[in-house]
């Protein structure tokens, strides 16, 4: 059995992605990793940090975003794909820049992959998701964050990254990535296991800048920079106290990360979310609604949602 690694980049660490960290953190399981690295802006330094890894396992793809797939996504998904397809293991794994695996996990996912191997029924498997904000001690445990999602998949010609990057779906033929026919779900099986979502934790200058590149591949350029003129610099995470807190233990190769924060007085954990802004998701009172519904009524069970897979294990 041969596990292939992939993902994409561009402007990660001037972005303050975890890129290196999120490489590391699957390296032990896989074969190969391949990365579809973008061209950057002259003050990033991403191709660098990656192959300063120096694992050769480590395969780095230099590529061009051409601005007009710069509409819903789409420009993360060819890239996603052009990483995908250039691997040769029989299961793919797929983590984006900011996301990590904590490696207790590392042995069961192989495990998982070895046991699904033969089984021609199960096209990718499901791994449970923590989302963290602002900070590296909270995280959101509501509604409206999406609890699961595909991150390994089969080698095959037929799947491809759906939509933004988000996911896979099983293509036939395939177009482009937010085609309307011609798709399905996958069929999957679960993983115990979890991944970490860094996306939401950054210096607040940084976190604005990184809102701005990516909506910037889903709404163009030039509309996304006019939007952001007229925002602050620096993105307002709200109170912190809303959020759950985290008292595991984080991978190991966060570790220096995690030791380098320096925006805690930057941060609001208690009071009022500031009325001059948009509340976020988890601030409205609908969305606060539900997740008191789903803790405590449900016991923790999701009220609806939307799935991307259909869970067959």
């Not at 992939?6 to 999120?22: D, I, M, T």
């Not at 397809?85 to 984006?96: E, H, I, T």
Request: proline share 5%; aromatic share 14%.
């Amino acid at each position: 059995m041969k596990i292939s690694g992939f993902s994409f980049v561009r402007n990660g660490l001037k972005l303050y992605y975890p890129v290196v960290e999120s490489i590391q953190s699957i390296l032990p399981v896989c074969d190969e990793f391949v990365v579809a690295v973008g061209r950057g802006d002259a003050d990033d330094d991403t191709r660098r940090a990656i192959a300063d890894i120096g694992d050769p396992k480590i395969r780095i793809i230099d590529t061009e975003w051409e601005e007009q797939y710069f509409k819903k996504g789409i420009i993360n998904a060819l890239q996603t794909d052009i990483a995908m397809k250039a691997c040769s293991g029989d299961w793919l794994f797929y983590v984006q820049a900011d996301e990590v695996v904590h490696e207790k996990y590392l042995p069961l996912i192989k495990k998982t992959c070895q046991q699904y191997l033969e089984d021609r029924e199960v096209e990718g498997l499901l791994f449970h998701y923590r989302h963290f904000w602002g900070d590296y001690q909270h995280y959101h445990a509501g509604h409206g964050w999406y609890p699961n999602e595909i991150r390994m998949v089969r080698n095959l010609p037929q799947i491809h990254s759906w939509q933004s990057a988000q996911s896979f779906r099983w293509f036939d033929p395939y177009d482009q990535p937010r085609q309307e026919n011609g798709t399905r779900k996958l069929k999957v099986a679960r993983v115990e296991a979890e991944i970490y979502h860094y996306g939401w934790v950054r210096p607040p200058q940084l976190m604005q800048n990184k809102k701005r590149a990516l909506d910037s591949v889903h709404w163009g350029k030039n509309k996304a920079e006019d939007f952001y003129t007229k925002l602050p610099g620096e993105f307002d995470y709200g109170p912190l106290d809303r959020l759950a807190i985290f008292k595991d233990t984080h991978p190991a190769v966060m570790a220096g990360m995690i030791s380098r924060m320096s925006w805690a007085d930057k941060l609001q954990i208690k009071g009022k979310p500031n009325p001059a802004r948009e509340p976020h998701k988890h601030e409205r009172l609908k969305y606060r609604v539900i997740s008191f519904i789903e803790k405590y009524l449900l016991a923790g069970h999701a009220l609806g949602g939307f799935k991307n897979y259909r869970l067959i294990r």
